[in-house]
């Protein structure tokens, strides 16, 4: 008997030792494991961190294209004005009047029909101000950097009939 414990002491002994080493091995390979998913979802955080920020550069991109195109498009629109002077003879009375007509065009197409607008010189017995020493008949203006007072100031005059025509889609 005691013959038999000591030829199976060492292989206890080795059955013990290999258990221990598994164990051993096991952990490292827990802890291994564990920096790999912590590496490994860092490189996610990473990587969607730059898919948002791609996302964001694209989109910020997107929109400046779309307002750049606007501002091209708005710059297409000009308005034409001339003007003349008109004469009233009315019985005794005589009226001058100069007559400013204005319309819309988008590039060289006319969006709207002449709107005039009468401004009263003189009349007979009365002395009216005179004209703004600025007004400049027969110019083109370009609508895209005044654009938006003239444009509004042009629709408000344009009838029910020339509104269907307007850029604006009303």
Known sequence: MDALIWMSLPLFVAAGSALLCYFIMQSKMDVA???EREALTEAHAKLRAQQTHVDERVKA????????????FLQEFRTEERSYMREAKAGQSMRKS???QERLFFRNIPLSNWIE?????????EDLPRLPSSFNPAT?????SDGQSSMSRLLEQMGPSQE??????D
């Open 164 to 169: 269907a025509f307007s850029p604006a889609g």
């Open 33 to 35: 494991l564990a920096k």
């Open 98 to 100: 100069m007559v400013l």
């Open 117 to 125: 607008t009468e401004m009263l010189v003189e009349s007979v017995g």
């Open 140 to 144: 083109t203006r370009n609508l895209g």
């Open 61 to 72: 991109a997107q929109e400046e294209v779309r307002r750049q195109a606007m501002e091209e």
